[in-house]
């Protein structure tokens, strides 16, 4: 918001979650590490209103929602947000793939950006990217593009 209100034109976000063995404990009674292993992480990032050569990705539009939805509504729910944003060969980079390396937490979206920024310079790799993340009955959409 500082940003599009023009409060400022530099911002560094992030996100920090440590995995202590109460929340590992509240978390498993919810049945969380029946498909995922416990994880905690930590990701900044600085965003700016200006593009520099340092620009590793621009972050186009997000999504938040929550309830319970089957694997076809959240594809029903992308596709619509990939329309909206005129998005075309889109990598979609879902939770398997980023949590085999930092576990599950409620900030796994933040190693998720990481992940892509550092996938989208290599130089094959498409340059739009959603990703999607799930946690409990909490879900979230991020388009990036190069």
Known sequence: MLLQENEASSVLAGAVDEMTP?????????????????????????????VSPDSMAELCDMELFSGRFT????????????LRNKA????????????????EYPTAMSFAVWYACTRMQEPDYPRSVLLYNSFLDNHSFILMRR
């Open 71 to 82: 694997a076809e509504e959240i594809g029903e729910r992308m596709q619509a947000f990939l």
């Open 22 to 50: 109460a929340l590992q404990e509240i978390l498993g009674r919810f049945g969380l590490w029946k498909k995922s292993k416990p994880g905690e992480g930590a990701a900044f990032f600085l965003l700016s209103e200006h």
């Open 88 to 103: 075309t060969d889109t990598q979609v980079i879902y939770p398997d793939e980023y949590k085999q390396y930092c576990g």
